[in-house]
């Protein structure tokens, strides 16, 4: 359950980060990308950042093989849940989804 706590901090901060501090920059590679690229292209590009961002913060905390366990099981849920259920109707319950999935996952696999 720790690392799953340490993965929705991470997912919260990186929110924050991509939405605060970086917003600018991170629009700007949004737009460039969109005029070379189709809006899933984009949307997989962000969702790897993001992979990426999870790698590295979870890593600080957790052994490698546990940060890279708990970033693809991230990255596989938001793939999956935009893809097929959609986006949620707030942040919440958007929340509550990956915490939930992410914990059991990760209890299943790591113990």
């Keep these: 359950m720790g690392a799953a706590i340490l993965l929705s901090i991470s997912d919260e901060l990186h929110t924050r980060?991509?939405?605060?501090?970086?917003?600018?920059?991170?629009l700007?590679?949004?737009?460039?990308?969109?005029?070379?690229?189709?809006?899933?292209?984009?949307?997989?590009?962000?969702?790897?950042?993001?992979?990426?961002?999870?790698?590295a913060v979870l890593w600080?905390?957790?052994?490698?093989?546990?940060?890279?366990?708990?970033?693809?099981?991230?990255y596989a849920l938001d793939l999956f849940h935009e893809a097929m259920l959609g986006t949620f109707k707030n942040e919440l319950e958007h929340r509550i989804f990956h915490f939930s999935v992410e914990c059991l996952a990760l209890y299943a696999i790591w113990g």
């Design 28 to 55: 700007m590679l949004g737009a460039y990308l969109r005029v070379r690229h189709s809006a899933l292209f984009v949307w997989w590009v962000h969702e790897t950042l993001e992979f990426v961002f999870h790698v």
């Design 60 to 74: 600080i905390a957790l052994p490698l093989p546990m940060a890279l366990t708990a970033a693809v099981i991230h």
């Design 17 to 26: 980060i991509t939405a605060g501090v970086l917003r600018k920059y991170y």
